[in-house]
């Protein structure tokens, strides 16, 4: 078992290791940067089903005329949604520059708003994230494994098996270290973006260079979009917003892993974020128009166990001119191939990012009394192991409650990212002003922060209202939760503090010692309980049993031989015998127990459980567990020292 432990793993790494698991800039952007990158393949995608979901009923979104192909007006929205997406993502990049800058020690919203803005915000910005951080392995997976469904239709109906097996092969990734994890997820990270880089050249020399679909204008569009005007046409326009939103996670992971990355550890996360913002701005804007010249659409599938054919499938095979894969040239078939499947492992490996921050945000809470204090404990590979196991429990019930279809994960999504950004760009405001310097620079500095809180605030209340019956409101709901769980564990452990806090006043032990020793059958484990109990208690030791066949008034046949053969066995130690007419054992050792404290309430009892240890792991299956459960059963009991003595069979 050692060996498959170390062979899964790794070997094990000393505390002093440390600088072993830090990244530079290259890995870095394929570990903390993954997520937001790859959003691109569903953002699109959710903006065009948000649009599909408004046309009345019995419109086609796309139609053949006498000219060719004609995508309906409506969807021509999708790339004013998307450039007002890309505006929000520029302000919340240079915010984040900024919260990197002032913040080496990472944290992201959590220690922002902890510094600025007191506990509660600090709580309710950690909950909005690390529900986003399962959402982001939950979603991201199950929209790659629909993408590779889309190019290979063999695997439909697999979608469920495929997700959960991708999410617990990135979870022993993780396991065995971040720097391990990044070196291997940067081949799907940059192939994607080599390959989306391609697409987009070859896609948009197609609509100029050879007669492709011409162009859908945005003014036209807004004008001609059906008969929705007024109200409707902004209603649609926020749920439109609000769905490609899905694009911006993931943008503050690089405040929350600065640490990660090698010194200078501040300037390299900022170069980072930097590219990040570039590159991500680049893809999505770049998909979204060419959808919409190509009339390229999407809707949701009404049924949750099936499963669409992702949009960036479909934009791929027209920006390569692909009728039928059949039928295809081998070097457009290859280039389908290739970009389906780097969308499928980068949205994988966009759940590496979850795994960087999530159990590094768990532990933080956890550090602070917020959260159970096992997620601050490293492993063998120096890697928070129970935040990482954690994460993927949580993460593949949600994928099994869902079917693993992004249609139903998606919704759920961006909210608490949401919330998590106006949190963390107030906090940053609050920091300006507290902060002692150049005024304009600070004031310069502070407005930035205050215009990405602003926006990142409307954003929020925009998704709340347009997603709530989509999913949002499991979101609303799910976050004053976990912030009134965080203080009930903080004040658990306030508390415990208090009442283990060394005084001089505490009474001395009693002076007077009392040992009971339980006894199920006779054997040599019994013996050696036996002689333990006369050496810490003299003459104050007595043997307790019960007879299960026991009619209340007689002792049965089997007790009787029991008695006779304790004479040889005993070693002069007195033997009680409680009945139990009911055939329990549990319940008569903890009454008579209780009748003991209560009788001498000044002697100290220590209950003794011999126990022998099989050689086999499994042959303790093949016993009952009872002095576990009367072990479980006596903590409950204040005042009861209980001692178990092992005799460990010889091979």
Known sequence: MFNFRRLVLGSRLASDDTSHTQINNFVGLAVFSSDALSSVAYATQEIMASLSSNLPAGVAAVSMTAAGLAIHPLFGLSIPVSMGIVGLLIILGIGYRQTIMAYPGGGGAYIVAKDNLGEMAAQTAGAALLTDYILTVAASVSSGVQNI??????????????????????????????????????????????????????????????????????????????????????????????????????????????????????????????????????????????????????????????????????????????????????????????????????LVVAANTAYADFPRLAALHAGDGFLPSQFVSRGDRLVFSNGVIFLTVVSCFLVWVCHANPDRLLPLYALGVFLGFTISQAGMVVHWVKLKGSAARVHLKAAVNALGALTAGVVMVDIAVSKFIHGAWVVIVLIPIMVITFFHIHRHYIGLKAKLAASRTVAALPRRHHAIVLVSSLHAGLVQALAYAKLISGDRVEALTVDLDSDG???????????????????????????????????????????????????????????????????????????????????????????????????
Request: aromatic letters at 10%; glycine letters at 8%.
């Open 553 to 651: 008034i007689h002792e049965s046949p089997a007790m009787a031989r029991k008695r006779r053969d304790w004479k040889q066995y005993g070693m002069d130690i007195p033997l009680r015998c409680l009945p139990s007419p009911y055939r329990g054992v549990i319940g008569p050792i903890m009454e008579e127990i209780d009748r003991f404290q209560l009788v001498e309430p000044d002697v100290c009892l220590t209950v003794i459980l011999p126990e022998f240890v099989p050689i086999k792991w499994w042959h303790r299956a093949l016993h009952n567990q009872m002095a576990f459960w009367i072990k479980t059963q006596l903590m409950g009991k204040p005042g009861i020292i209980v001692t178990t003595v092992r005799m460990h069979l010889p091979d």
């Open 149 to 346: 469904v889309s190019a290979i239709p063999f695997l439909e109906g697999h979608n469920l098996s495929l997700t959960l097996s991708c999410i617990l092969f990135i979870c022993m990734a993780n396991l065995r270290g971040i720097k391990e994890s990044g070196a291997l997820f940067a081949i799907p990270t940059y192939g994607f973006i080599a390959l989306m880089m391609l697409m987009l050249t070859t896609g948009t020399m197609r609509v100029f260079f050879a007669g492709g679909p011409g162009p859908v204008q945005v003014q036209q569009a807004v004008h001609q979009a059906g008969n929705f005007t007024g109200f409707a046409l902004i209603w649609i326009f926020m749920r439109a917003y609000s769905a490609g939103c899905t694009a911006l996670t993931g943008v503050e992971a690089i405040s929350n892993g600065i640490t990660a990355f090698r010194v200078p550890s501040s300037r390299n996360a900022a170069k980072t974020m930097t590219w990040m913002i570039l590159l991500l701005g680049t893809m999505f804007l770049g998909i979204s128009v060419l959808s919409s010249k190509f009339g390229v659409v999407y809707a949701h599938s009404e049924d949750a166990s099936q499963v669409s054919e992702a949009l960036l499938s479909q934009l791929v095979k027209h920006a390569y001119g692909i009728g039928s894969l059949a039928a295809a040239a081998a070097l457009p078939r290859l280039l389908y191939y290739l970009s389906q499947g780097f969308t499928f492992a980068i």
